[in-house]
């Protein structure tokens, strides 16, 4: 008798050791699949609050100036309030930097949040992972608490490099902020990113792919921001605007000379997080594994032993187009949307600019007269610019799985010369890119003339092209590094997208020389719809583009292909 | 032209079947949507579901529809049974004969031996990522040992066994003796006649012992001329 409660006793400790090794074992591999994401987060989190600090100085340099630069701005305000908050105490450098910095930021880390969660749970299942994972002693509540865990940690770093970088961005403005507002400003940012990992794990129980739960996680927190956003210019809304939390973290400006820490706001997002994670794991007990919880009625349907008859599966380029075509839509929406808002909000816009003598630089930068041929120029065609490489990084991604999950090496064994594949990705990415960009010049041609602003149309034409040859260039530097390396591709084209966008802003602030510039893709692709084409840029990016794919080509045909 | 089954399926995500039956067949040209639909047919396979959703099985029989719908002089094929069921098995091999008997050449790698036994005309051994034999089933069946049992009602001729050469692993338990003999069974016979023996029942081994006989031996011979095995 005495002997059954030892070995009892012993059997309860042991399991639960082994289920404490197993939740740490898999908070360790959650930080381990977050540390690329970390690192561009945690770099943007530094980096941005940093260089908005930093160019306050240039921007107004003096007591006066930075008075009449925070007027001006709180006249701007308004017409960017669909887009970040109005702004507060801009005649200082951490309201500045509040606005111009945080804000946007928030959308970093919200993104980061919402893709951590659906590609964690989602990923993992299609791969084959989770049920490794579900097999071994861990059980699904606390495999879902270790990968909270996990996030937590990495999200929490990741704001302290935000924090980091506000201090830094702050004392680079020649002003001071203390500890303790630096700590109630990152709360509320770290808020938001639980809640929107919350809303991607509720979303990854919903819908059967990792794609349909991004996509669904998406369009919930784009309602989300689209209702904060329009709560901003319709203040009786205000009421409503509480559900959502970007809302909700715009309230603390802790950070702001008189700003307040909105501590009931924060508290809000960390129990709506808590919420969405609680019914994350208790959907996450309910449902099959590779099933959702929203599951269409099951038919009966005829069994199919033909291949199918679309022609688009048997050309090329467009074989790869169709496969993509749901994300390609998306990119192309979203290119015109864009493209529609800002061309329509070009004129008043630019006439404020105008106005503004600290952004009066802003308009004399684009080479032109026209303020609203300026915002045009400088505002849509940069984000235009953006929007391509974020295209072409999402190529390069599909391009690396293409390797890593077995369909590159089918290809090869048709046989497709290796040279081919490199070659039908590029051209796939040619007019993928040559689509979204002529739609959405095609939507500014069309709005320009009703809102007043003056485009010459060839030179749109010639804008477009670049974008193009931008998204090539991009895609060159992917498919090279992919020929050799592909697993680390993606992060390395990240890291030229990042250091792209930063350094044109960064370069004249520590007085780098002037070439350095040529090292930014974004400087290479210049302002061709004001100043007409940068040709040293045109020829750069066009010997990237033949080195890019001329170099994949080569490499590819030597290097071992395979998991 | 080569067909390819690899060892492990690609994945293509939400594409349904006959989706990637068109894509990598467009890959070539085009594809026989007669042969498609007859070997799907053959294999029990819907091509209308999405991969995502087949069972191991069902994506390992859209590999063999992929491997074997475009006419190939040379298919090459890794574990294709991993995940079939025994009566889709039958089908496969049906299938391995029929390309062979069409002047193909089929090129299976397989860890189930009795896969090998029963759809391979030739076979090789790989050892440590070395080819170490090389030869027909039948020549293979040939070079390998036989296993010899034999029941004496009086006193085992052991040590004059043991002294043969070609004979190994001899063992006695009472009045039992098991041997294995390599080449011919005369000398051996010749001994064992000169006891008082009552039973003789000798088997050959299957092709997994031969394969276990080769890894156990620790100096296996290199490659051999496919030519001479």
Redesign the interface.
Known sequence: MTAVPAASSHTVSLAGGRSRDGVVTTVRYGLRAHRWAFAGVAFLGFVSPYASGASYLAAAGTAAARATFGRQTIALGPQLAYLIPLPLRPDTVPGYLWWKGLTWLTLVFAAWGLAAATGLIRNEE??GLLETWLASPLGRTRLVLARVAAFTLAAAGAVVFAGLGTAAGVASGKASVGLGSLVEQGLPLLGITLVCFGVGLVAAQLAT?R?GALGLGGVVLLALYVLDAVARVNPGLDGVAAISPFHLTDLTTAIVPGGQFDGGATLALYLTAAVLIVLATAAFRERDL?GGLLRGRVTG??????????PL???PVL?NLW?QRLGLIGWVVGTMVGAGLIVSLARSTGKLLASVSGFNRFVQSAGTSSAATAVVSSVWLSIAALIVAAYAITQTSHWA?DDA???L???I????PRWAVVAERCATLLVGALVMMALGSLVTAAIAPGQGVHVDTGRLVVAAGLLTLLALSFGAIGALVIARFPRVAVPVLGVVAVASFYLPLLAPLFRWPGWSLNLSLFHLYGTPLTTGIYWTGLWVMVAIVVVGFGGAMAAIRVREVG? | MVGYLPGEMPQWGGLRGRDVVAYVGGLRGGVDAARVKSLAERLDLDLGRRYRLYSSGNKRKLGLVLAFMHPSRLLVLDEPTNGLDPLIQQEFYRLVEEEAAGGGTVFLSSHVLSEVERACQRVGILRQGRLVQVARLDELHHLRYHRLEADFSGEVPVEAVRALAGVEDVTVEDHHLSCAVRGGFGPLLEVLGRGPITNLVTHEPTLEEVFLAYFRDQEAPAVTPAGKA
């Open positions: 299609e791969r792919t794609r590779m349907t005829p069994v199919v032993h033909s291949p199918s008859g679309n599966l048997r050309l074989r496969q799985s999950e077995g369909r090496e089918m290809e064994a048709q046989p497709v998991r």
